[in-house]
Nanobody, 115 residues
Framework: QVQLVESGGGLVQAGDSLRLSCVASGLTFSIYGMGWFRQAPGKQRELVARITSGGTPDYVDSTKGRFTISRDNTKNTVWLQMNNLKPEDTAVYYC?????????WGQGTQVSVTS
């Protein structure tokens, strides 16, 4: 049974930082691409950042320069370091794993940023 468990969300002020973690089990983590997505109230889920099995990151324009995705295949873990958080970053953040498309999803962790 595949499980992705996120942690690290919380309530912070604008300009603060948070580090989200996602621990995977039940899959061969090292061969999967990993991604972080977010969904704000009333909006569609959107990709925030992704990282290939080999560790190459990719970001959407709204998070470039502020967010950093990384992974450790020995720990089956992917992180999202979020700096200079803005109120518009408020959302539920999900991690996902996939080979050709996003197949597995975590339950999400809430990030709330106040101004």
């Amino acid at each position: 049974q595949v499980q992705l468990v996120e942690s690290g969300g919380g309530l912070v002020q604008a300009g603060d930082s948070l580090r989200l973690s996602c621990v995977a089990s039940g899959l061969t983590f090292s061969i999967y691409g990993m991604g972080w997505f977010r969904q704000a109230p009333g909006k569609q889920r959107e990709l925030v950042a992704r990282i290939t099995s080999g560790g190459t990151p990719d970001y959407v324009d709204s998070t470039k320069g502020r967010f950093t995705i990384s992974r450790d295949n020995t720990k089956n873990t992917v992180w999202l370091q979020m700096n200079n958080l803005k109120p518009e970053d408020t959302a539920v953040y999900y991690c996902a794993a996939g080979l050709m498309g996003w197949k597995y999803w975590g339950q999400g962790t809430q990030v709330s940023v106040t101004s």
